[in-house]
């Protein structure tokens, strides 16, 4: 054989090589292909979407701080790098593992809908759905009081030194990182909306990767937050700038709006998969969605199915149907609507349903159940200090940047969270003054025996739900370690319109990453699914396990995102 034939052969090699493990390796072991080792440390560990924030969150553990402390300088620290996808004008949930009294504590810091705002006005101007940018679909930002329930009950550092660096990054400048430079460029179309251009396309245009961008309004907003705390934000000057611009633009969030916002501390709530607990916030985020899934497919064998093979991600995206059927019949905000928890996530009801999955096809068109029987662009990060401390964080403007609307000389801009309420009568989610909307992003949790075990995320509207599943079972049925667990390749599902909470048409579209075999995609196309391809919209992970045996933290951040694992 000569050497041409030889090479051509050993990359022939080579590349089949690759293909197996991009797909999941040996699908029977779990053996996967990942594009790096796990990270390892003793004392802690910090996990984020960008390096440097991950970099600050280890800055902040190394003075002293808690996990909460480095959890917070991190995400504001990304409301300046990544604001694509989150900051001070958005939403914010929180899983925290307390060492101290061993417990779970959950936070919910979404905002409300403007009082002024009714639904008739919405039907006066002819809409049937709520737009996705402009006035219309803001409500009141709650990252800020987040922030500040978070740091009273597990802050360790004075808040002036927790956004420090975020404040020194935003007046000195950063260079943009590759990936957040690609989706920046997007923000273009959002130029003519108050306050974005001047704020967000420096001499008229987006920042590419490498260049140094610098946000001196946000520097003195955040400046004023530190020093006068959350009131600053809700009571004080920044509210009357904020209100002064809401008038001026055609937003309907008034001084009552900011004034009357308050987070809410909520109990995590879960279920056992093989052994393990998975905790997820109750809604009116759609955390509860993972539970559901994973109680529909419990009773299949799927490590015999094999990792990505048709028969694996054939039930997998079934229970999606199945389980996303009630999300969108029944997830809204509890202070409004009587949503069944329990029943939902209960293993009699998934006993129920699972009735509707066809292991032979692919189905169509689904109801949701009665679950009596039983009695949308974002950031995630996750943080462990050297007390055994661990934060599961997840933030999030909605779409990328938001509403479009920058606060005069404020540095930020308003979520855009509104869109996902339901302007349909009598449905649990239709919008209504002072009201939560349904929210996409969820903070993932898991222990084991009563014990931390790992703290995760995965960034991507209805992708995330979609994406907790698949990272469990990568790693519980199929025994890949944290990092392979999250670069392995990964299906999305979506119905005719979501993250909205219109229902499946038609068994909606499943997108495959180039990871998963041939035969598999042909295999799911002759069981009726039908797939397209995507190059995006499969999410973004980062985790922290926790090893009790040796005492160590083990990190993970995908490659799907600009993102780093760091420790000490």
Known sequence: MNSSCIFVFAALLAFGAWSSAASGGDRLTGRAFATRSEVIAKHAMAATSQPLATQVAIEILKKGGSAVDAAIAANATLGLMEPTGNGIGGDLFAIVWDAKTKKLHGLNASGRSPYGLTRKHFADLGLTSIP???????????????????????????????????????????????????????????????GFAATFLPGGKAPGKGDMFRNPDLARTLETIARDGRDAFYRGALTSTMVAFCERSGCFLRERDF????????????????????????????????????????????????????????????????????????????????????????????????????????????????????????????????????????????????????????????????????????????????????????????????????????MGGDMQPQGHVQVLCNMIDFGMNVQEAGDAARFHHTGSSEPTDERMTDGGWLALESGIPMETQRGLTQLGHRIRFSKGGFGGYQAIMYDEARDVYIGASESRKDGQAAGY
């Open 132 to 194: 996705s940018y402009g006035p219309l679909p803001v409500s009141v930002p709650g990252c800020v009081d987040g922030w500040f329930e978070l740091h009273a009950k597990f802050g360790k550092l004075p808040m002036t030194e927790v956004l420090a660096p975020a404040i020194r990054y935003a007046r000195e400048g950063f260079p943009v990182s590759e990936l957040i430079a690609h989706y920046w460029a997007s923000g273009k179309r959002l130029k003519n909306h108050p």
């Open 259 to 458: 004034n009357d916002h308050t987070s809410t501390w909520v109990e995590p709530v879960s279920t056992n998969y093989r052994g393990y607990d998975v905790w997820e916030l109750p809604p009116n985020g759609q955390g509860i969605a993972a539970l559901q899934i994973l109680n529909l497919i419990e009773p299949y064998d799927v490590r015999t199915m094999g990792h990505n093979t048709t028969e694996y991600l054939h039930h997998l995206v079934e229970a999606k149907k199945i389980a996303y059927e009630d999300r969108a019949r029944f997830y809204a905000d509890m202070d409004f609507a009587e949503v069944p928890v329990e029943g939902l996530i209960s293993k009699e009801y998934a006993a129920e349903r699972g009735k509707l999955l066809n292991p032979r096809r692919a189905s169509r068109k689904l109801d949701p159940g009665d679950p009596k029987l039983a009695q949308g662009d974002t950031i995630y990060l996750t943080i462990a200090d050297e007390d055994r401390n661990m934060v599961s964080l997840i933030q999030s403007n909605y779409r990328g940047f938001g509403s479009g609307l920058v606060p005069d000389g404020l540095g930020f801009v308003f979520q855009d969270r509104g869109e996902l309420f339901s302007l349909e009568e009598g449905h649990p989610n239709v919008y209504e003054p002072h009201k939560r909307p349904f929210h996409t992003i969820i903070p993932g949790f898991v222990t084991k025996d009563g014990k931390p075990y790992l703290s995760f995320g995965v």
